[in-house]
């Protein structure tokens, strides 16, 4: 069982930044693959960016490639998402969540942290 944890969510005006963290609490945690998501009101979660277990490969949505950045600290048990030149319609609840498999699909991932919201004003 892996338990996840998200912050660092918050209210932002148009162009600035946050710094999402995703700690876990699984000691195997360096072993899987990580990915954010997020989901607006009335919308399907969607992907946002995946990281394999070394970092050595990442993936984003074409929607926050060029200002998103997802890494992670293995030492730490934490993922970070820094998200930058925000735009409105980046505002949605962020999800963290851990696989086995580099995808993109959110059934690909098994345990699921409880979300942040992240609001981004006009």
């Known amino acids: 069982q892996v338990q996840l944890v998200e912050s660092g969510g918050g209210l932002v005006q148009a162009g600035g930044s946050l710094r999402l963290s995703c700690a876990a609490s699984s000691r195997t945690f360096s072993t899987t693959v990580v990915g954010w998501f997020r989901q607006a009101p009335g919308n399907e979660r969607e992907f946002v960016a995946t990281?394999?277990?070394?970092?050595?490969?990442?993936y984003y949505a074409d929607s926050v490639k060029g200002r998103f950045t997802i890494s992670r600290d293995n030492a730490k048990n934490t993922v970070y998402l820094q998200m930058n030149s925000l735009k409105p319609e980046d505002t949605a609840v962020y999800y963290c969540?851990?696989?086995?498999?580099?995808?993109?699909?959110?059934?690909?991932?098994?345990?699921w942290g409880q979300g942040t919201q992240v609001t981004v004003s006009s």
């Open positions: 969540a851990t696989g086995r498999r580099f995808r993109v699909r959110a059934s690909d991932y098994d345990y």
């Open positions: 990281i394999t277990q070394s970092s050595g490969l990442t």
